[in-house]
């Protein structure tokens, strides 16, 4: 045998691409690491070795888990700290912050931005109104500056667009990142270019080599050209940060944000029957598929969650639910930002048309198949019984949610 390393081109595909079913066992062996929300996650299936004989031995002494020295959890990831004292120029990121938190997107979003930032350079984050984030630091932002008051919350993109200015005026940042996204980041973004006369770099999916790469021609082109001041990057346009940890120290503005006319009145947000959004711009679906028994409980689920309802091509192709409900490939591709996937397999064609949802929350009889690899949690357990449960849950937090009222 030589010892020359072969590469086995298609494993390093596989572990590239999220949406493969082999795509988890293809990712190096971790024994725990920080989850997106700052809580450590445990492998336990990957503590302890094979022995000699081929049997599993775990080590209680805790030396084979580096625990000779005790350490707690915390110390043990503690990532380490990316400071940037004096900046010498930033990188401003307006986040979606969609529900108060940080998207995958706009994680993604940070990521890109300190590629361009480097050492010297400060990644500044600015959110508008209330926040219920609390993980900016492992998110990989340096500064951060909230604009809080009332005349940003709500849809005011002229309001926002004043304090971006004003943003701009005080920190001059070398480039400003927005999600080219639907959640307000794409609009927002060609307003605030349109303000400050200049031309974005629209779908960016890639920075690199001084050339930004963005999408172009109905998806089926790219474009290509130096990097712009004002990026409107697409999802997975760069890795989040996840090697370091940052300061987030809260900076403000030195003058108050000018007032703009109102000429847009927000009236708040509007009931809708969930039925009747297009599957395309649902952020909350609660799909069936082969594995539910009984269609009339998953109606009744969805509409006591108030969720939209899409299913897999089985379920359409067996005539419970119409052909326009069927999410995937050759369905619509959705962009939830929860998917809740019952009694789905999750095979492949199915998964490419949620790679866009946030959250996933898959409800299965077997805890081997993709679609609980794809979850980001899971429920396993016969659907019937735990869409039951589910139904009695919401009725108790609503009841509970009324008498506190009164
Ligand atoms: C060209 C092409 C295009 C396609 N396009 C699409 C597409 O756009 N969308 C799509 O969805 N599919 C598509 N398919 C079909 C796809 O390959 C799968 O056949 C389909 O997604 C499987 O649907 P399913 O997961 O509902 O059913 P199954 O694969 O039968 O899975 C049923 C699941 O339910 C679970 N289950 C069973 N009973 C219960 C129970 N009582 N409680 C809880 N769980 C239970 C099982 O464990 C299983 O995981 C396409 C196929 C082809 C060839």
Same mark, same amino acid.
């Given at each position: ?196 006369? &200049? ?7 890639? =920075? *690199? /080599?001084? #050339?930004?790469?963005? @999408?172009?021609? %109905?998806? +089926?082109?790219d474009l290509a050209r130096p990097v712009a001041r004002l990026i409107l990057a697409s999802a997975e346009c ?28 927000d009236l708040g947000a509007v009931a809708v029957d969930p039925a009747a959004i297009p599957m395309a711009e649902? &952020? ?7 594995? =539910? *028994? /009984?269609? #009339?409980?998953?109606? @009744?689920?969805? %509409?006591? +969650? ?83 449960? +589910? ?16």
């Amino acid at each position: 045998m030589s010892d020359i390393i072969r590469r086995d081109p298609r494993a390093e595909w596989i572990a590239r691409n999220r949406l493969h079913p082999l795509h988890a066992a293809m990712q190096p062996a971790q024994h725990s690491w920080m989850g997106p929300n700052g809580i450590i996650r445990k492998n336990l299936h990957g503590i302890g070795f094979i022995g000699p004989n081929g049997i599993k031995r775990i080590d209680r002494s805790g030396a084979q888990q580096g625990g000779a020295v005790k350490r707690s959890a915390a110390v043990e990831v503690q990532l380490p700290l990316h400071q940037v004292p004096a900046p010498a120029f930033y990188i401003s990121v307006v986040p979606d912050m969609v529900g108060g938190r940080l998207s995958s997107h706009d994680r993604d979003l940070l990521g890109l931005a300190h590629q361009l930032a480097g050492s010297d350079g400060a990644v500044l984050a600015v959110v508008f109104g209330e926040h219920k984030e609390n993980a900016f630091a492992t998110a990989g932002v340096d500064r951060l500056l909230v604009l809080e008051g009332e005349e940003f919350s709500g849809y005011a993109p002229e309001q926002r667009i004043q304090g971006l200015r004003a943003v701009d005026n005080q920190f001059n940042p070398r480039h400003w990142l927005l999600p080219d996204s639907r959640s307000g980041g794409g609009e927002l973004g060609r307003r605030f270019a349109a303000a400050l006369g &200049e031309r974005p770099a629209t779908r960016v999916w890639q =920075v *690199k /080599d001084q #050339e930004c790469i963005g @999408r172009a021609g %109905a998806g +089926l082109q790219d474009l290509a050209r130096p990097v712009a001041r004002l990026i409107l990057a697409s999802a997975e346009c760069a890795e989040p940060v996840s090697e370091t940890r940052h300061e987030a120290l809260p900076v403000e503005l030195s003058t108050p944000v000018a007032r703009s006319l109102s000429r847009i009145e927000d009236l708040g947000a509007v009931a809708v029957d969930p039925a009747a959004i297009p599957m395309a711009e649902a &952020e909350f679906i609660f799909s069936g598929g082969n594995g =539910v *028994k /009984d269609w #009339e409980l998953f109606h @009744r689920t969805a %509409a006591a +969650l108030g969720a939209t309802e899409g299913a897999s091509r089985v379920a359409v192709d067996d005539g419970f639910m119409a052909r326009d409900r069927q999410v995937g490939a050759s369905g619509t591709w959705v962009t939830a930002r929860v998917y809740v996937a019952v009694g789905i397999s999750g095979a492949i064609q199915h998964l490419q048309g949620i790679g866009a949802c946030d959250k996933v929350v898959a409800i299965n009889l077997d805890p081997g198949c993709d679609m609980i690899k794809r979850a980001d949690l899971s429920v396993i357990g016969e659907s019937a019984e735990i869409l039951q449960a +589910l139904i009695a849950a919401v009725e108790a937090y609503r009841n509970e949610a009324k008498r506190d009222a009164a």
